[in-house]
T-cell receptor, first 113, second 114 residues
Framework: DQQVKQNSPSLSVQEGRISILNCDYTNSMFDYFLWYKKYPAEGPTFLISISSIKDKNEDGRFTVFLNKSAKHLSLHIVPSQPGDSAVYFCAASATREADKLIFGTGTRLQVFP | DSGVTQTPKHLITATGQRVTLRCSPRSGDLSVYWYQQSLDQGLQFLIQYYNGEERAKGNILERFSAQQFPDLHSELNLSSLELGDSALYFC?????????????FGNGTRLTVT
């Protein structure tokens, strides 16, 4: 049972435009959500997080939106840069359950000039 | 550089064999997590240790075991290896045991079982 789903395996965006990566979850106990970025031959790197008490968190060019009623979160990158080309994983955890972080399958973002 | 060190980077072995993957967490981090990433799959949580004690278990096979030592480094032991065990194995660490602490990942060990 895939509790965290990233239904788009890939996304291609022109440099300067907005990139929107989506993530859906099924476990209503999840209350903390994170996005990680992964370059080839490297481990995932933490990007941005959001607690369920918020619906938006912003850090520079990166903004995460959380819609609890829809069990949906999204990552917006504005403006997109070629260096943003990577695989993006969303992850979720439930602080009242085991402390494991559940990851989605990832979305490969390609930003072209 | 995340500060998490994993060795070896690559490992090639035959079916039926046993291997040990090693992880040194970031300085000051007490929690160590192990994840498996198979081809085109997300990161599957295997197991978590906090300050030497097992804290959470995920989809870890009985052929796999792990431990965290007093110096906080961790080892993941994989035995009776099968072709399907070929994957990237990531170790991650965090300061505390809570699920709301960002994890810092190593660069992984790529295991190939032939």
């Amino acid at each position: 049972d895939q509790q965290v789903k990233q239904n788009s395996p890939s996304l291609s965006v022109q440099e300067g435009r907005i990139s929107i990566l989506n993530c859906d979850y099924t476990n209503s106990m999840f209350d903390y959500f994170l996005w990680y970025k992964k370059y080839p031959a490297e481990g995932p790197t933490f990007l941005i997080s959001i607690s369920s008490i918020k619906d938006k968190n912003e850090d520079g060019r990166f903004t995460v939106f959380l819609n609890k009623s829809a069990k949906h979160l999204s990552l917006h990158i504005v403006p997109s840069q070629p260096g943003d080309s990577a695989v993006y994983f969303c992850a979720a955890s439930a602080t009242r359950e085991a402390d494991k972080l559940i990851f989605g399958t990832g979305t490969r973002l390609q930003v072209f000039p | 550089d995340s500060g998490v060190t994993q060795t070896p980077k690559h490992l090639i072995t035959a079916t039926g064999q046993r291997v040990t993957l090693r992880c040194s967490p970031r300085s000051g981090d007490l929690s160590v997590y192990w994840y498996q990433q198979s081809l085109d799959q997300g990161l599957q949580f295997l197991i978590q240790y906090y300050n030497g004690e097992e804290r959470a278990k995920g989809n870890i096979l009985e052929r796999f075991s792990a431990q965290q030592f007093p110096d906080l480094h961790s080892e993941l032991n994989l035995s009776s290896l099968e072709l399907g065990d070929s994957a990237l194995y990531f170790c991650a660490s965090s300061v505390n045991a809570g699920g709301n602490s960002p994890l810092h990942f190593g660069n992984g060990t790529r295991l190939t079982v032939t």
